[in-house]
């Protein structure tokens, strides 16, 4: 699900059901208002506009919305994903039937304006880690059906993913220690049923927590909501025996505090879960005579 983005058989396997999804969501039954004012074939085309800064991400997937309702339509792309993009620019031209430019438009703008926000934001996050050794972090609070756009979004702007999904890797926070009974347990079951090849991520939210986690034996130690003195302890204490991340309550403005202290990793909710749209219109559909 990760390479998504490439064209041909993996986007078709991976990405193709998404759409086709959010479009049914958006036509049940047919385009009253397109059939109303277009009741044939004809071909047309329409110019994608940027209406502020930003960085654009989802070009790949705009496209493929039309090529999904026209087989026969066509992108004109004038920037690629990662691009920094400013008011008034024309992205790009989409030709086609005029039915699927006005039945598409709405899906392949939500995709590529959720896109673009995150990556825009995503980028402000990551060029305050710049010089630092602290890798950004997306996580799991993805919008439902929107997960393999929303981090290949973090991608573009310059984070990295965190696991996936539940299958992915093993990540024992505060309710699987309750499970298990403890931390010192709960590290043992992980490593007793994952295969081995897995690391075994654990969270904590005391210094007390930390030393029950180095002395399990975690691979990857959680800082998890730790105020800043208590998190520069915590790494003293670990020590280089452990990887660290830095977990909750993760603001742009903390960001350097964090990267100094020297965790490995810092994770954000906010890259995917806050992140506004970036502004982008289809205008000017016009007939091709």
Known sequence: MKNFMINGVTMKINVDEYILNTLREDITSEDVSTNAVMPEDRQGRADLI??????????????????????????????????????????????????????????????????SGIATITKEYAKE???????????????????????????????????????????????????????TKAIEMARAYAPFVRKIEIETETLEQVQEALDAGADIIM??????????????????????????????????EIAEIGVDFVSCGALTHSAPIMDVSLKNLKPIE
């Open 50 to 115: 940027c209406k502020q800064d930003g960085i654009i991400c989802g070009l790949d997937i705009f496209k493929r919305t039309f090529e999904l309702l026209d087989s026969s339509s066509r992108f004109e792309a004038y920037f690629k994903d990662g691009d920094r993009v400013h008011k008034g620019d024309l992205l790009g031209v989409i030709y086609g039937d005029i039915k699927a430019i006005l039945s598409g438009e709405r899906t392949g703008l939500n995709y590529l304006q959720r896109m």
């Open 129 to 183: 880690l710049e010089g630092y050794k602290t890798t950004l972090l997306d996580t799991r609070k993805t919008t439902p059906n929107m997960r393999p756009f929303e981090k290949y979004a973090v991608t573009v702007g310059g984070g990295t993913n965190h696991r996936y999904n539940l299958s992915d890797g093993v990540l024992l926070k505060d309710n699987h220690i309750g499970a298990a009974g403890s931390i």
């Open 223 to 256: 800082l998890d909501n730790m105020d800043n003195d208590t998190m520069r302890k915590a790494v003293e204490m670990i020590n280089g025996k452990a990887q660290t991340e830095c977990s909750g309550n993760v603001t742009k403005a903390r960001l350097k």
